[in-house]
Structure formats: C-alpha cells, structure tokens
C-alpha cells in the first residue's frame, strides 16, 4: 500500500502539492486527473522520492520513500519527459535497469521490443516520441516491481498502441498484482482501465473515489432561479463540487 499523509510542496511562493492525503491500495490501477498545473506530476515525484515533501510523509508499503533504496526497488517511474542516457540504445538501457532492479527480465525485454517492432541498436534520440514512451514502458514492465507510476503515459501513442498498454497492465495486474498509478488530464483515458480516481485540482485533492461509484454518483445539474437564491440552501445535503453562476443578460 502507498500512504501519503498531510503532503505540502513549494516552489517559492508557488504551492504545488497542499496537504495531500491518500492511499492507494495493492492490486488496483489509481488514476490521477487534474488540468495542467494541477499537481499531478509534482505528487508523483514526492511519490517516487525525487522529490523530498516539505511537511507530510510518503510511504511505500512501510518504508519511507526519499533517499530510501528499499523503497525504490518497489516501484518503476515513467516520467512525461523521457530521460535516457545520452546517445543510449534501448539495450543500454537494458544493462543498466538489469543492475537497478534485481528481476529484471531481459529475455521478456527482448521480446516486446521485437513485438512493438522496435531496433534495440538504434540511439533512442532518433526515436518519435511515442516510440520513446513504449521503451519507458516496455522497461517499466520487464522491471517486474509491484508498482508502477506513470506520468501521462498515453500522451504521444496513437490509439492502437494506447490500447496495447493497457492490455499489457491488464495483464501485468492479472499476472503478479501489478499496482499502476496512472496521473493524466484526461479522463476518458484512463476510464476504462481504472479502478480508482483522484481529481486534484491547485495541488490538493478535491475527492477520491472508486470510478464505477464516481460515475453513479456525479451530475451536472443547470438550474434557473426567477430570483437569486442561495446555493447551500438549495443544494443542502448535497456534495457540490463546483458552481458557476451566470446572470441572464438582458437588453
């Protein structure tokens, strides 16, 4: 399980994560969604130890997450922005997750190359981007950790290949309980692969719920008043997520 608790980022003046606090349970896909600049990839980073929180606790099955290599050796992160080696080969990469993570399975690394029709000789700076995101992924996969977090992932695949992905964390999930953290700003991505949601929205999290119960339960109501009348009144009893109001224009 992955707990965070009361977890505060800043960036100067600029609060990215507010008082965060939520759980992810084992064996289940956590989708979180949220417009740009939300906190999404900000939280995955405090997650995956990068970075350290300023007040709160992260923890990866028990152990503290930052400077902890325990802990990491749980957990595969695939960032937005792809990082490789510099003039690296996706069999470069091979050798170096090999050493990082100690099951590692290189023959399977080898077979989903040539399954995504992929050249594990050629430099990965020359690869497209989508191509880019399928060596993250395929590397994430064949690290065999428990977790996997992953930073708009489908961004940059076309709709095959963002099908192939989710059958293959199907499949990993099935498999060994595979637990995906899946951060994007679409939801309809992640609506048929996700268990369980979180929306934040200005770095805190607004609700977290199990997707199939979010989907009964939300609604958008428009209502019109012949005169003004107060919302909370109105909606008393009621979880309100947000209201827009609008004044009728008159001539």
Known sequence: MIEALNVTKRF?????????????REGNVFGLIGTNGAGKSTFLRILCGILKPDTGSVKVDGFEVYENTQAKELFFYISDDQYFFSNATPDDMKKFYRICYRNFDEKRFDTMMKQFDLDPKRKINTFSKGMKKQVSVICGVCANTKYIFCDETFDGLDPVMRQAVKSIFA?????????????????????????????????????????????????????????????????????????????????
Do not use: W
Request: proline share 3%; charged share 30%; with cysteine.
């Open 171 to 251: 499949k990993e999930m099935s498999d060994r309980n595979m637990t995906p953290v899946i951060a994007s700003h679409n939801l309809r991505e992640l609506e048929d692969i996700c268990d369980h949601v979180g929306l934040l929205h200005k770095g805190g999290i607004l609700f977290s719920k199990d997707l199939f119960d979010m989907k009964l339960s939300i609604h958008k109501i428009q209502c019109v008043f012949q005169k003004e009348e107060n919302v909370n009144d109105v909606f008393e009893g009621v979880e309100v997520l947000k209201v827009d109001k609008r004044v009728p224009f008159i001539p």
């Open 12 to 24: 100067d003046k600029i609060i990215a994560v507010d008082q965060i606090t939520a759980s992810i």
